[in-house]
């Protein structure tokens, strides 16, 4: 089995598995270990400056020599020194910041580097048609020859985990991609993600945002200042625990909080910051 990915026609040649990250150290400090089982759509959650963008960064192979740790994919060890090898091992990071070339299309930007070729010129049908296939597979459309630099924020982070699925993986990282996004954009989001996984690919979803990963994932692991705090399976869980647990403090309950700002006409983003500083 395996997630079919866009450019081809069966999966990528190492199989879906269980993702262990023991002792991951990085330079801001901490230590974190998690164990993802394969296949499975594992949250994880903590305040900015955390260290969620750290581990993005290492599973994507940019941290270079900057960390020390075990990573396992499969129970086999991956070294993810380089980009290269993070796609060796069938991994595809999506970052919060990664901008698309505005000048180029739609298509252009999937590609990027990633063109489809035969005896070294491009092929542009098989690319249409490749791009065609990542837009079903996520359950969206999108205008392939429409310049980047007129999508929206929405928009933007479609083409980025079509590009990202271009590279047949295993393991998409999904590293706070509602950050620019409004609330119902953020919730269009999540349910890409479920339709990404639904086709069998494993998906690790980082982000700021207590309710969204409470809403997504299967299990949920809590990052405070560089160390777990936390590893739930979503249905024993609440919401009220995370939100302690991501922030240090105490709430009376987080759930009347949100209900007292929404009253006062403040919701999504700045409900949360004012809850988290409570």
């Known amino acids: 089995g395996g997630f079919v990915p866009l450019n081809s026609s069966g999966p990528h040649p ?6 262990s990250v023991s002792n991951l150290s990085l330079p801001g400090g901490g230590e974190i270990s998690f164990t993802m089982a394969g296949g499975s759509l594992h949250g994880i959650v903590g305040e900015r400056g955390s260290g969620i963008g750290g581990i993005a960064a290492v599973l994507g192979g940019v941290a270079a020599g900057r960390w020390t740790g075990t990573i396992t994919l499969g129970g086999q060890a991956v070294r993810l020194r380089r980009v290269t090898e993070t796609l060796r091992a069938g991994i595809a990071v ?26 070294g010129i491009i092929d542009q049908a098989r690319a249409i048609q490749a791009a065609r296939r990542g ?8 205008d392939l020859e429409q310049p980047a630099g007129r999508l929206s924020p929405w928009e933007c982070v479609m083409v980025r985990l079509a590009r990202a699925l271009v590279s047949r993986p295993v393991l998409l990282v999904a590293d706070n991609l509602s950050e620019s996004l409004s609330e119902n954009e953020s919730e269009s989001l999540l349910q890409v993600i479920r339709q990404i996984h639904a086709q069998g690919c494993g998906i690790l979803f980082l982000s700021n945002r207590v309710r969204e990963v409470f809403d ?9 200042a560089g160390r777990v705090v936390g590893n739930h399976e979503s ?9 302690r647990q991501v922030a240090g403090r105490d709430f009376e309950s987080v759930a009347n909080a949100a209900q007292a700002l929404k009253a006062m006409g403040v919701t999504g983003r700045e409900s949360q910051i004012i ?3 409570l």
């Open 235 to 243: 249905d024993r869980v609440d919401e009220d625990t995370l939100y």
């Open 14 to 19: 190492v199989a879906p598995g269980e993702l």
């Open 275 to 277: 809850q988290l500083l």
């Open 94 to 119: 999506v970052y919060q910041a990664d901008p698309l070339i505005r000048g180029m299309t739609v298509l252009e930007n999937i590609f990027l580097s990633r063109e489809p070729a035969r005896a």
């Open 216 to 224: 997504l994932a299967e299990r949920i692991t809590v990052i405070r």
């Open 135 to 142: 837009c079903e597979v996520m359950g969206i459309t999108l």
